[in-house]
């Protein structure tokens, strides 16, 4: 089983910053992604940004330039630095990594979510 630890949300205000952190513990072999997903009230949960386990990257057209993510592979620990940040990044994040369990098993885990509240 792998759980995932959130943190790093809040409240900002528009044009401000803010670092989020999902540690990823547990029986974990290996990583092969790590990323951020966001759901805004009355939306669907959508791709924010993801890394992959060879460094590979990918981003939502509305993030790019404002948002990166990296991880620290040795912590199992994505992060997603978010600059400029806008009222429509209001939403709440949602960490989730997938990879092969130490028993040799799939494993796609989610986080429990962090609050992200841009004020404009």
């Known amino acids: 089983q792998v759980q995932l630890v959130e943190s790093g949300g809040g409240l900002v205000q528009a044009g401000g910053s803010l670092r989020l952190s999902c540690a990823a513990s547990?029986?974990?072999?290996?990583?092969?992604?790590m990323g951020w997903y966001r759901q805004a009230p009355g939306k669907q949960r959508e791709l924010v940004a993801r890394v992959f386990s060879g460094g590979s990257t990918d981003a939502a057209d509305s993030v790019k330039g404002r948002f990166t993510i990296s991880r620290d592979i040795a912590k199992n620990t994505v992060y997603l630095q978010m600059n400029t940040l806008k009222a429509e990044d209001t939403a709440d994040y949602y960490c989730?990594?997938?990879?092969?369990?130490?028993?040799?098993?799939?494993?796609?885990?989610w986080g429990q979510g962090t609050q992200v509240t841009v004020s404009s």
């Open positions: 989730n990594v997938y990879g092969t369990g130490a028993a040799g098993r799939y494993f796609d885990s």
């Open positions: 547990g029986s974990i072999f290996s990583i092969s992604g």
